[in-house]
């Protein structure tokens, strides 16, 4: 049996193809401002796994009875001479149940056991340390279903969905279409037969009310990937009829259709909802995560942006076999290149991959918990201790990044072995960064503020007031005083100025009013500004006069943190964070007090991350919001030194609908059945000219639409198309919050559909549901149930 694999290695990233990309498209960080086409959801403002599932050993159970994916010869146990590409080692200390290799024991002399994705222990066990680790997603990854892998795939589908409920994990269906030949019908009807059955659990992923799927492989310039720009699209704007969030796994260059990618795509590509480009084989240093962000990312969010599309790049651990990983420090660069670009949510690859090296699940940390004649490395394989779960914490800590909980930086703030974070940077905080000006005059430019010589200077062009000059320290860093210097031996002189400051180079606060600076030459032509404690990255001095030469001038701009010893310690997590109101564009919050060593100055509250209100009370409206949509909030608190707290519990929110509004409208839809292309995707699309049948001669039989959350209805619309005859339909309603438990919302009885509206209303009293059925039993037009339009509304 051939392993297949999920693997596309494109060109080496300093390739001269990628190198000839206009420089017109490498936008600037600093002036780089993403716009999300989509709120928070499951997708959107979060981390998301690739997680393969695919590991399976002899004796476990499973449909395929073989050693998948850990053995060449799938019959035998793995060893020394039948290693199916292992490249590193699971720590198993956590696995209940646990299979022989034929490999020598571990260093350790413990026996060398693997575990068997088959086993729902083992898959529980992968959800919870994506709990612990605060990993918001998971999509499972699904090949070709159809051949002698299909069972076992199938199986695996209902235990990742078991895992996630019980862990309060999100997931979704990732389709990886490698190889698949007669993809096109195929999966559309396993979505229709299988997997559309899993969206109905409350673990799976919806990105803006819908379920999302994800399709990897079209577009790529390859034999396994066949498929032209028309079939790709088809089947992109079938799930999205089906009500489906699509995203797409491309290549790196789908953009400018070079290289991995296929020519010819672009519009095909921008018909996802989410693009999440493939990075693995492409990169494996921080420098390589650099050219690529550069070369490619810049460009990327801004066509997302351009396009409505939602980005999601992709982050690697790095190949542990090939020494990649740098004790996570590769990681980390693109964890900081891919928030500072902007993306909307970050993808992982991968969570479980022992395949290709790149799983961050809990690995063997030193060569005492590897089998001894394997030839694999450890976590610690370039000398830094590194505890097994450290890729874990790390992703944790990249989603906090991206949410926004913690400042943007290129520096790991996650120790390897679990040890406390090291001290932030002291002294002088811009001396060697890197520096902006308005304008410069001669020779004169702004890098001569931060090269630590006072008799070097900047100087903006003459009578041209106002100028600005400005320092990036790298990362957000607490500050509260800046050191301006003019040469010593100049006289003296005063400058009018502000000091602001800035997380993201965009918007910038002002931390010192305008006003006279003056610079003696009797102390050193030195002049020191104090200001409230603030998180900054850029520090900008802005000038509007000086009386002793017609240009701004400045020789060091000097700029530093409290002092060690100050106030370190953040306030408690607010608790108890609860909705106390909801309109159809406004969500009220409250929550208790946080308590701090000093005294809380405030509460910041966060929709995905993002920061949408502040106030120094303990609750908050948060208005602005759209009808009928799902905002899951959380709230931190900050003290007078900036130090700001974990946040609160999380609270979801679907705001009520607007008046007169369809609930159903492009909703995710399930039936008992349909026939020929008459799916109940229809039923929702707004079209009446297009219809969802039943199986014919085979009543009773139901049509369902999942209104993505419980709200109240009260009234529903059911409509045939127009130009059909009469017909009488005998059917009931009946409503349900989990999707299991039906009650009856209006009893069955016959509903005439006249010709010219083909439109029949039905009122019931208003019930808070999520799942609204229809079960017909009769149809004296049709030997089948039929509807074109299924609209729900609150009343």
């Known amino acids: 049996m051939a392993i297949s694999r999920r693997k596309f290695v494109a060109s080496v990233v300093s390739g001269t193809a990628l190198a000839a990309v206009s420089t017109g498209e490498l936008v600037s960080a600093w002036t780089t401002t993403a716009f999300a086409a989509s709120p928070p959801g499951d997708v959107v403002g979060k981390i998301t796994v690739g997680y393969q599932g695919w590991f399976a050993c002899i004796g476990d159970g499973a449909p395929i009875n073989a050693w998948w994916h850990w053995s060449n010869n799938w019959s035998q146990p793995p060893s020394p001479s039948n290693n199916g590409t292992l490249r590193a080692w699971p720590d ?248 500072r670009v902007g993306a909307q949510g970050i993808y992982i690859s991968m969570y479980d991959e022992f395949n290709e090296g790149n799983q961050i699940c809990k690995t063997a940390a030193t060569l005492a918990d590897v089998p001894t004649n394997s030839g694999l490395l450890a976590l610690d394989e370039d000398g830094t201790a590194c505890s097994s779960d450290y890729y874990l914490r790390l992703t944790g800590d990249g989603g906090r990044m991206l949410k926004g909980q913690i400042a943007l930086t290129p520096v790991r703030p996650t120790q390897p072995n679990g040890g406390p974070p090291p001290p932030p940077p002291s002294g002088n905080l811009a001396r060697s960064r890197p520096t902006q000006e308005s304008s410069h005059n001669q020779s004169y430019g702004s890098a001569n503020t931060t090269d630590g010589n006072q008799d070097s200077y900047w100087e903006s062009v003459n009578n041209a007031f106002p100028q600005w000059v400005q320092v990036d320290l790298g990362s957000a860093l607490a500050v509260n005083k800046v050191v301006l210097k003019l040469p010593a031996s100049w006289g003296s002189r005063t400058q009018t100025l502000s000091v602001q400051t800035s997380t993201d180079g965009g918007a910038f606060t002002t931390v010192v009013n305008s006003g006279d600076v003056a610079f003696n030459s009797g102390s050193a032509n030195t002049a020191t500004l104090t200001f409230a404690q603030a998180n900054a990255r850029y520090v900008r001095i802005n000038f509007t ?9 400045l020789s060091e701009l000097e700029v530093y943190g409290p002092a060690a010893g100050g106030d370190t310690q953040p306030p408690t ?53 759209n009808p009928s949509t799902s905002y899951t909030f959380t709230v931190t608190a900050q003290d007078a030194a900036g130090n700001v707290s974990a946040a609160s519990n999380g609270v979801t929110v679907t705001t009520d609908p607007a008046p007169n509004t369809n609930l159903a409208r492009g909703k995710a839809t399930s039936e008992s059945s349909h026939t020929q292309t008459y799916g109940s995707g229809n039923a929702v699309d707004g079209n009446q000219d297009t219809y969802w049948e039943s199986a014919n001669n085979a009543f009773p039989q139901w049509l369902q639409v999942d209104l993505g959350s419980a709200t109240s209805v009260g009234r529903i619309v059911l409509k045939l198309p127009a130009s059909w005859g009469a017909r009488t339909q005998t059917l009931s309603v009946t409503g349900s919050t989990d999707g299991a438990n039906f009650t009856t919302l209006k009893a069955s009885a016959d509903y005439t559909f006249s010709p010219s509206a083909n439109t029949t209303p039905i009122t019931f009293t208003a019930t808070a549901t999520r799942y609204v059925r229809l079960n017909f039993t009769a149809n004296t037009g049709w030997p089948a149930g039929q509807i074109s339009e299924f609209e729900v509304y609150a009343s």
């Open 573 to 625: 997590a607010p608790a108890n964070l609860a909705s106390t109101g909801k309109t159809s564009s406004s969500v009220s919050l409250s929550w208790t007090a946080s308590t701090d060593n000093v005294g809380v100055t405030g509460y910041q509250i966060r929709q995905g991350g993002a920061v949408v209100g502040t106030t120094a009370a303990t609750s908050f409206t948060v208005t602005g919001l």
């Open 92 to 339: 198993m200390r956590e696995y209940t149940r646990a299979y022989q290799t034929a490999y020598a024991n571990l260093g350790s002399g413990q026996p060398a056991t693997l575990f068997s994705s088959y086993d729902q222990q083992t898959v529980d066990t992968h959800f919870l340390w994506m709990q612990q680790n605060n990993i918001d997603t998971a999509a499972l990854q699904r090949f070709n279903p159809n051949g002698g892998e299909g069972a076992t795939r199938d199986a695996m589908a209902a235990k990742v969905r078991s895992a996630a409920e019980s862990n309060g994990r999100k997931f979704y269906i990732m389709y990886d279409v490698t190889n698949w030949t007669n993809m096109q019908p195929e999966i559309k009807a396993d979505w229709t037969n299988k997997m559309s059955a899993h969206t109905a659990s409350s673990a799976y992923a919806r990105q803006n009310g819908k379920p999302v799927v994800c399709i990897w492989g079209f577009g790529f310039n390859d034999n396994n990937h066949p498929w032209d720009a028309a079939t790709c699209l088809d089947v992109i704007n079938w799930f999205k009829s089906q009500g489906c969030y699509v995203i797409g796994g491309v290549p790196r260059e789908w953009r400018i259709g070079i290289n991995g990618s296929r020519p010819g795509f672009l519009g095909t590509y921008h018909a996802f909802n989410m693009l999440s480009p493939w990075m693995v084989g492409a990169i494996s240093n921080a420098a390589d995560s650099d050219n690529i962000y550069n070369q490619l990312n810049v460009g990327d969010q801004a066509d997302c942006n351009a396009n409505g599309i939602d980005y999601q790049p992709c982050v690697l651990p790095g190949d542990v076999s090939a020494r990649q990983r740098a004790h996570g420090d590769f990681m980390w660069r693109q964890f900081y290149n891919m928030v």
């Open 545 to 553: 006069a000086n009386n002793g030469w017609p240009a701004a001038q």
